[in-house]
């Protein structure tokens, strides 16, 4: 049947031909953005999840990048203990030689010239051991003093958040004074210069250091297992980084094969559509020749 009024086949390709080039531009702005959602109406439902994991990811960069500073702070401190450590070994040795009855008092005056400069670098360093402007290992002069260092490691999403975001470490102290009056963490310890010239006092002296080596020693373990927690911490934030980026890539970016197959499907179909719409509006002139005839 031929109709001139309504040429319902030329609505029909009319119709089509649109759904066609929505189509077309659709899978051009998928392919030149590279992304699959470009606008929340092309996934309602996939926008609130795709964003979500972007700003988890925001949070794990971060985290990432504050457990590598973390580390290196921890470092730093560690580096600092160490040279304590290794000036506290030669204060030991140098209180056992001036324990040694084959030395005079002119030779044990040496040992404790070379003493007080040590115990001066100790403080030196423990106060001048920094990071960023942040005193480490100095306790300002109070035994049992601590630094509380903070890091926070969590990707800061609401799921998550609480006081798994952040971890900690209260960093025990070293001071001295000139005259060797001091403490390490929660002891304090008395390396008077004087008692590097006296043989007994020096003998005292021995166990005293030794006992302030292993001390150190026991702050040092501390700050070595707190690096090793943080470095499994880092692990596991580079690891979830790499998860939540294929999740989110899974749901927001577009597959270029499956695009360009549909681009090409629909730029196929616009040929083919333009071509009947044409023949569509062809059809009600032969009504009109037919009723001529």
Known sequence: MFRINTNVLSINGQRNLF???????????????????????????????SEGMRSQLA????????SSRAIALLQTADSG??????????????AEQSAD??????????????AAALILEIDRIASSTTYNGISLIDSAGVTGSRTNLTFYVGDGTPQTAGSDQVVGLALKGVVFTSAGLGSIGDTGFNFTVADFIGQASAQALVT???????????????VGAFQNRLE????????????????ESNIRDADFALEASAMTRAQILAQTGASMLSQANVLPQLADRKSVV
Not at 28 to 44: F, K, T, V, W
Not at 101 to 114: F, H, I, P, V, Y
Not at 212 to 222: F, S, Y
């Open 101 to 114: 009855g084959t030395l005079n008092q002119a030779n044990r005056s040496g040992l404790s010239t070379e």
């Open 59 to 66: 949070g794990l960069r971060v985290a990432n990048d504050n």
């Open 19 to 49: 759904q066609t080039s929505k189509d077309i531009n659709t899978r051009m702005e998928r392919l030149s953005s590279g992304l699959r959602i470009n606008h929340s109406a092309d996934d309602a439902s996939g926008i609130t999840a």
């Open 81 to 94: 203990l160490e040279q304590i450590g290794v000036m506290l070994i030669r204060l030991k040795e140098l």
């Open 232 to 247: 499994r911490t880092q692990e596991n934030i580079q690891a979830a980084i790499e998860n939540t980026a294929r999740a």
């Open 208 to 222: 005293t250091i030794d006992q302030a080596v292993t001390t150190l020693a026991t702050i040092r373990t501390d």
